[in-house]
């Protein structure tokens, strides 16, 4: 067993896992920084800064192991996966679901015991990646079929309407920029995508006075209108300010005036990139968004490398999930985009999103290693040609 642990540690994507680490790594630091103010005399690190690290190593430990599977296994395991993840969302309607503090009317949350919280639709993600992956590949000799692209359209629905009825509109928007990115990758007609605009606008209005509520009006209004909604703006505007504050090279690592004060609110989880732009400046935030982006072009290059369809799929999953949430997080700090309560990945607190980030991460690894044609223990690595 320690051989096949060596021996699968060598062939792993060494590049991408040091990525995703220093990402890790960097983000355990940005929360200890943000939450230093709460340590407790005699501890070094905050409660939100142990956690990340705990659940760093968890996630890391699963990743591997679901690095070991055949994607071609987990494929065929799709409704399992895709029923388990909706009775999870399901759960958030019983007595289980929590909603955030600042959101009661947001059950995002479920209680497992204790100061124990698990967020559904995380795993969710993970399931849609699998799931519509799977479905293109079904369907790839067909893409541009009307009735085809009208079920792909019903697939992305469900989760996206799931976690609406939920009141989680930010992970909605992360669900629908993965399935549009999804969508655009995969080679269906270019003509459904202004269709599907015009019928976007047709249901604005729908949408904004149906399904927005005040708060989340009020929170796009404010970017067009700051000075009419100054309570909606504060916690953009401290973020901007302590960005400011960090100018070129920042004010040194637990050093940010604004961060080490507590003057920007949930500094440790939405506005984690105001905290390492006033720290580290505009330098340490520009470095940071280089890691991102070489972490994308290295999900894409294992995807295309992997010589099958479906694999090149789940691969852009997990770069349109991981890039959609950096756009928009970074959107909120920086006042582009209203505030929605979407975490920065790897960098933002909270443990569920960091095992469920790895989880996607341990995807990657499976088709990185199933290209290779190795094979451990019973398992079956294929290798099937792109036009198989």
């Known amino acids: 067993m320690l051989q096949t642990f060596k021996k699968a540690f060598r062939e792993t994507d060494k590049l991408f896992l040091l990525l995703c680490l220093c990402l890790s790594v960097f983000g355990v630091l940005m929360v200890a920084s943000a939450t230093h103010r709460t340590v407790e005399e005699g501890r070094l690190l905050s409660r939100d800064a142990i956690v990340m690290i705990g659940a760093l190593v968890l996630g890391l430990a699963i990743a591997l192991v679901i690095s070991f599977v055949d994607y071609d296994l987990i494929f065929k395991l799709w409704p399992l996966i895709a029923l388990g993840s909706i009775f999870l969302m399901l759960l958030l309607f019983t007595p289980l679901g929590v909603a955030p503090d600042a959101r009661s009317d947001a059950r995002s949350w479920l209680k497992i015991t204790g100061s124990l919280y698990l967020q559904p639709s995380e795993i969710l993600k993970i399931a849609f990646i699998i799931t519509f992956s799977y479905h293109l590949s079904r369907i790839r000799n067909d893409l541009s079929g009307l009735l085809n692209v009208l079920l792909l359209c019903v697939h992305a629905a469900i989760p996206i309407g799931l976690v609406v009825i939920t009141g989680d509109m930010g992970s909605a928007l992360i669900f629908a920029m993965m399935f549009l990115g999804m969508l655009f990758i995969s080679g ?126 789940l691969c852009y999953g997990v770069m349109f999930m991981v890039m959609s949430q950096v756009i928009v997080n970074v959107g909120m700090c920086t006042s582009l985009l209203p505030v929605i309560g979407i975490t920065l990945p790897f960098i933002s607190a909270g443990g569920s999103s960091v095992i469920c980030l790895y989880m996607a991460i341990g995807l990657v690894l499976s088709v990185h290693r199933s290209s290779q044609g190795i094979r451990y223990d019973n398992y079956r690595y294929a290798r099937i040609a792109v036009d198989g």
């Open 188 to 313: 269906v007609h270019w003509m459904y995508f202004p269709a599907g605009l015009l019928a976007v606008g047709a249901a604005a209005p729908i949408v904004w006075y149906k399904v927005f509520d005040d708060i989340q009006r009020n929170r796009i209004l404010a970017l067009f209108h700051p000075d009419d909604f100054p309570t909606e703006m504060y916690q953009q505007r401290q973020a901007l300010s302590a960005m400011r504050n960090g100018g070129f090279f920042g004010t040194g690592y637990l050093k940010g005036e604004f961060t080490q004060s507590g003057s920007i609110p949930v500094s440790e989880n939405d506005m984690i990139f105001s905290v390492v732009g006033e720290e580290f400046g505009f330098l340490g935030a520009f470095l940071l968004l280089a890691l991102f982006v070489l972490l994308a072009i290295r999900i894409v290059r294992i995807g295309k490398r992997s010589g099958n369809y479906a694999a090149c799929m």
